[in-house]
């Protein structure tokens, strides 16, 4: 089994900045590739980022593409969501999810593990 548990959500204005962290036991962190997804009420659950094994490589969805970074620290089994520029649009519930494979990988399928979420409001 693996635990996962998000934190860093919170209220901030439009531009501005936040830092999610999830906390990952369980398994052994370094040898599987990790994302972030959101969910907004009403919406389907959408993928935001994900990061190797490795950390060497990420991939980003469009939307949040140049605004957000995905990072990872192995040593201490985390895995980060660096938010700038925060847009109303970006208010949804943030989850955090291990993947089954070593590899960078969008599809929800590919992940077998997910954390409670956090919430993320941006006010205008």
């Known amino acids: 089994q693996v635990q996962l548990v998000e934190s860093g959500g919170g209220l901030v204005q439009a531009g501005g900045s936040l830092r999610l962290s999830c906390a990952a036991s369980?398994?052994?962190?370094?040898?599987?590739?990790m994302g972030w997804f959101r969910q907004a009420p009403g919406k389907e659950r959408e993928f935001v980022a994900t990061?190797?094994?490795?950390?060497?490589?990420?991939y980003y969805a469009d939307s949040v593409k140049g605004r957000f970074t995905i990072s990872r620290d192995n040593a201490k089994n985390t895995v980060y969501l660096q938010m700038n520029s925060l847009k109303p649009a970006d208010m949804a519930s943030y989850y955090c999810?291990?993947?089954?494979?070593?590899?960078?990988?969008?599809?929800?399928?590919?992940?077998?593990?997910w954390g409670q979420g956090t919430q993320v409001t941006v006010s205008s």
């Open positions: 990061i190797s094994a490795s950390g060497g490589t990420t």
């Open positions: 369980g398994r052994t962190f370094s040898g599987y590739a």
């Open positions: 999810a291990a993947s089954k494979f070593a590899s960078t990988t969008m599809a929800v399928s590919h992940y077998g593990y």
